[in-house]
């Protein structure tokens, strides 16, 4: 599942030969349980990968998805992720420190 269009998703998941949720709606549960729901995965037996911590991880964490943050590929983001970065490194810093 992604927040990115279908012209950006589509080439990736077929060539990796998988099903995909464009325009996801991530972090709202009901985005997190649509795309379970269509391929049905319960919760408990997803696990959601991602490099945003307010969008990928909190969202599937609220639901019950284990979650595993990877570093962002791509340098260049747009405005509004590189905007949330610094907020995520310190509750990075923080969660480190327990």
Request: hydrophobic content about 40%; aromatic content about 10%.
């Amino acid at each position: 599942m992604s927040n990115n269009d279908e012209q950006r998703v589509s080439p990736v998941a077929k060539e990796l030969e998988l099903s995909y949720n464009a325009k996801s709606g991530k972090p709202k549960p009901a985005a997190y349980l649509g795309s379970l729901k269509r391929i049905g995965v319960e919760p408990n037996d997803a696990v959601m990968v991602g490099d945003q911590l307010f969008t990928d991880i909190f969202g599937a964490n609220k639901i019950g998805i284990y979650s595993v943050l990877v570093k962002p590929i791509h340098k260049k983001e747009i405005l509004q992720i590189r905007l949330k970065r610094p907020f995520e490194k310190i509750l990075l810093f923080f969660y480190k420190l327990r």
